[in-house]
């Protein structure tokens, strides 16, 4: 089972048998990249790894043989990379765990059931304000995987009011995504992209207000016809069954369940928000946020009157049925992995140097734009990209007219919006393995919002150049 069912959250086998052949493809290609374009290395500074201006230099090409293509998932788990993708699967199995235990005791069913009821026939109205809170947590705090708890919640919503999949998942992973990318103070992507810049972090704000403003317009307008294309195809979902509600000597017990969930919801909030915004803590608000899920999923199923071994048993059983995304996970960030030990990532970034360098300042923007947009497909981490391409970028734009504003502006829009179109995204990939959605069903649902909100945020961008924005 697959979804939001009683079983808790789990990937599908036809989700997850498509999600590893498109994986497989892109992993041979990368292969194959590695094998048409020629090796090269920048040098980097001992401090801190940043790349030295103008040391680039041709390599002879690494003896690396088309078998490690296929080995390289494993060579994850030893590469740089290990202790964030380990972190990411602890995540989801802690993720998959509590959520099935909600699902035994009924709890995720009667909070769902609740907030529907409230807001009756104002159903559009919730539809709005719920996109509008999970695009405003990826724009101000920088959440991306740490909703992967409130997917399932979304989608049970969207089933309550007749909706479908591809409006829980719209109303929430997509949503966080376009706000990450969208972003007035994301301390990951503008933040680090400033300070890396050396500008002043967070400056600039009143024109990031003014690209949050219209791409929630184009993205709630796309959210509204997915919810009404639903309601008229009759494709809505069936709503989760509540087995702990079955009788009135439940009801004190479910809702005390209810009521420990919410206020422990509550708290995990107010925990990601806290370490978000410290940058020393930054790199722990995945394990702080599964900490906290962990006891509020447990605790609101004891709660709610779950005996300890049927709880128990169920978040072993939803730990099994979301851990085949671990594969997945291994499968895309090891096209990174293929592109770098076949010493072609620096010889890529050493060709985007050069155009962008002799490129007027609206070309040049428009690079950084697409360029980095190319290396989102390799690259996840926000921060990972940005301490690789600003020391590059930054004296780029200085070279074309271009404030250094414009540069981390470009690089904030080609970091995030196609986190929700690339099939080498692992959080993309467990979102839609939770709802049981293929990528390419969710390509040919959301290519033309895509398609709009390139050319808007383009044509955005070259205002920023136009009115020279710092």
């Given at each position: 089972?697959?979804g ?18 498109i ?32 040391s ?55 909070a ?29 705090m ?5 909703v ?12 309550s ?22 972003a ?7 933040g ?39 309601e ?12 702990a ?8 017990a ?18 990601v ?21 962990l ?34 996970i ?6 990174k ?5 076949g ?45 690789l ?8 734009a200085?070279?074309a ?34 709802a ?27 205002l ?7």
């Amino acid at each position: 089972m697959s979804g939001t069912g009683r079983s808790g959250v789990s990937i599908g086998a036809k989700t997850f048998f498509a999600s590893f052949l498109i994986l497989l493809a892109l992993m041979i290609g990368a292969g194959l990249l590695s094998r048409a374009i020629p090796a090269g290395a920048f040098e980097r500074s001992a401090a801190d790894g940043s790349i030295v201006a103008g040391s680039y230099r041709e390599l002879p090409r690494p003896d690396y043989p088309a078998w490690r293509w296929l080995a390289a998932p494993i060579e994850v788990l030893f590469s740089p990379d290990a202790a964030a993708v380990v972190v990411i699967i602890a995540f989801i199995a802690i993720v998959g765990g509590s959520f099935a235990v909600l699902q035994e005791a009924g709890i995720l069913a009667g909070a769902v059931e609740s907030l529907a009821r409230r807001f009756g026939g104002r159903k559009r109205l919730l539809l709005a304000l719920v996109a509008l809170f999970f695009m405003l947590i990826g724009s101000l705090m920088g959440i991306f995987e740490e909703v992967i708890p409130l997917v399932p919640v979304a989608i049970a919503l969207a089933a309550s009011l007749g909706w479908d999949l591809m409006t829980g998942l719209g109303m929430s992973i997509l949503a966080t995504g376009f706000g990450f990318a969208a972003a007035i103070s994301n301390p990951f992507s503008i933040g680090t992209a400033q300070r890396l810049a050396g500008i002043p972090v967070f400056s600039g704000s009143t024109f990031r207000v003014l690209v949050f403003a219209l791409v929630y317009a184009l993205y709630l307008s796309w959210l509204l016809r997915t919810a009404r294309r639903a309601e008229r195809s009759g494709g809505g979902m069936a709503a989760a069954p509540s087995p702990a509600a079955s009788g009135p000597a439940a009801a004190p017990a479910l809702r005390r369940g209810i009521a420990f969930f919410s206020a422990s919801m509550l708290a995990v909030a107010a925990a990601v928000m806290v370490v978000s915004r410290i940058a020393s803590l930054r790199d722990y608000s995945m394990p702080v946020t599964a900490l906290c899920f962990l006891v509020a999923g447990t605790g609101s199923g004891l709660a709610a009157g779950l005996k300890p071994g049927k709880a128990a048993r169920a978040f072993a059983q939803g730990v099994g049925g979301i851990l085949p995304g671990a594969v997945l996970i291994l499968m895309a960030v090891s096209v990174k992995r293929i592109i770098v030990s076949g010493l072609i990532m620096d010889t890529i970034l050493e060709s985007a140097r050069r155009a962008i360098e002799g490129a007027s300042g609206y070309g040049a923007a428009a690079l950084i734009y697409l360029f980095t947009l190319l290396m989102n497909f390799f690259i996840g981490s926000a921060t990972a990209k940005a301490f690789l391409l600003m020391p590059i970028l930054a004296p780029l734009a200085d070279l074309a007219g271009l404030t250094r504003q414009v540069a981390v502006q470009a690089y904030a829009f080609g970091d995030g919006f196609s986190n929700m179109l690339y099939p080498t995204n692992p959080v993309l990939l467990i979102a839609l393995g939770v709802a049981g959605l293929s990528w390419p069903a969710w390509f040919r649902r959301t290519w033309l919002l895509q398609l709009g909100t390139l050319a808007l945020t383009m044509g955005l961008l070259m205002l920023a150049v136009a009115i020279g924005y710092a």
